[in-house]
């Protein structure tokens, strides 16, 4: 049984995986670069449980319950009591599989080490480790609280059973619904919401309708919970550009290459939700103003 999870790197997927882990009733012990970021990052952890309190959907002694269960760590060799430990930094390889040779050397071999990557490959971050059969993927999808889906995504050296252990993880003690992927870039979400958002900023582009009413058009007419622009701005600009990107790199079809108009908008640095101004303005909780 998986009791313990370790986290790396408190960004926003990080901060939604933890909460969702604690929330669960699964200890939580986090790691971030810095302590100022790890700061950050159990604050927005807070804030967030507020929200909730406001909203009736928890109560203050719940929130207490959750946040004891999550621990900040200051060096790695304090996640080597985990039976799991999931990667979330920045979609840099280089960085991560700087972090999975780190793990792979405090960690013992039953440790199922993943990575919440969308496009990088896990075999290329297994490569760096002694025991490869123990590498997988675990994409959740932002907001982790609200989406139950979690693609679980093998690597070439994967071995059938990290596989079942962490399906039964995933869908018996998170209770999400976990589909298995073969490695791919973008996998299917990535790939499939990427294109979706590109096509809609070329929509844009061309001055067919404006990026409200875009958003307008799929949310109202097509069911969807957000638009695409409204949906890039809280996945971040940056993350879909770089996202976009590497699909272009790896399968070379014109389809994956970037819009103009996404790539100025993370050159002015409007990202979207996290830094307030994307394709629309937010406050600093986050919400659209």
């Known amino acids: 049984m998986i009791k313990k999870v370790g986290v790396i790197g408190l960004g926003t997927m990080g901060q939604g995986i933890a909460e969702m882990l604690a929330a669960k009733g699964l200890d939580v012990i986090v ?3 810095t302590n100022e970021r790890l700061a950050y990052g159990l604050q927005i952890i807070e804030i967030s449980l507020d929200k909730q309190i406001e909203k009736w959907a928890l109560t203050g002694a719940e929130k207490k319950l959750i946040l004891s269960r999550i621990q900040s760590a200051s ?3 304090e996640l080597a009591g985990c039976e799991l430990i999931i990667e979330t930094i920045s979609e840099d390889l280089d960085a991560k599989k700087e972090v999975f040779k780190k793990l792979d050397a405090i960690c013992g071999e039953k440790v199922i080490l993943a990575s919440n990557t969308s496009t990088l ?5 297994a490569s760096v ?4 059969n123990r590498v997988i993927g675990l994409h959740f999808i932002y907001p982790v609280s609200k989406i139950d889906l979690v693609e679980i995504v093998l690597g070439l050296k994967t071995s059938d059973d990290t596989y079942a252990r962490t399906k039964h993880f995933v869908e018996e003690v998170l209770q999400m619904k976990g ?5 791919s870039p973008g ?3 990535s790939r499939l919401i990427c294109l979706f958002i ?12 404006s990026a409200e ?8 007419g097509y069911s969807f919970q957000h638009g695409p622009f409204e949906m890039a701005d809280r996945f971040g600009l940056d993350s879909v550009l770089a996202a976009l990107e590497r699909m272009f790199r790896e399968y070379g079809e014109l389809k994956y290459r970037p819009s103009i108009v996404l790539k100025k908008m993370v050159r002015a640095g409007h990202l979207g939700a996290k830094t307030g101004v994307g394709f629309f303005n937010y406050d600093m909780d986050g919400d659209r103003i």
């Open 179 to 183: 589909i298995m992927v073969f490695e």
């Open 75 to 77: 060096t790695y060799e």
């Open 198 to 209: 590109n096509e809609a900023l070329h929509v844009l582009e061309e001055g067919v309708a």
């Open 129 to 132: 480790t002694k025991v490869p």
């Open 31 to 33: 790691i971030e670069r």
């Open 213 to 220: 009413d875009i958003d307008n058009a799929m949310r109202i």
């Open 121 to 125: 490959s896990l075999t290329e971050l």
């Open 187 to 189: 996998f299917v979400t």
